[in-house]
């Protein structure tokens, strides 16, 4: 899928409009959980090298929330990189080449939704 259908795919699986919170970078879309706000993927063109890439263009990506536990083995996957301009201990960034597969994409995008969702309140007794 390119950059327009992730957008699409995330509008109508999630449930939510990505939103452009910065004039000075129209093409960055961030999605938010409906539930609390918190943003669970954010959709951008970064240079290559601000991956850790050496070579010159630029490339779509999406970061997303991961859980810690699969960190190491998701970054391990083609086209997944230490987030960019994230927390890399929780986030990742995946490239929309094609070069990281499109299942995996999906299911990290419902890792980071889920990581982000609301949390329930206990009541005290």
Known sequence: MN???????MAQT?????EHPW????????FRHPGNRKWFAL??????EKLGLREEGTLD????????????????????YP???MNKANWVS???DGSAKEEMVKMALDVSFDR??????????
């Open 14 to 18: 999630y449930g939510v409009d990505g």
């Open 116 to 125: 982000t969702a609301p949390r329930i309140k206990k009541r005290k007794a």
């Open 83 to 85: 987030a960019y301009h």
């Open 94 to 96: 995946i490239s929309l």
């Open 3 to 9: 950059r327009e259908e992730w957008e699409e795919y």
């Open 43 to 48: 959709l951008m063109t970064v240079s290559k």
């Open 61 to 80: 990506i999406v970061n997303v929330k991961c859980d810690p536990l699969l960190m190491g083995s998701l970054r391990a996957e083609p086209g997944v």
């Open 23 to 30: 004039e000075r970078y129209p093409a960055n879309v961030v």
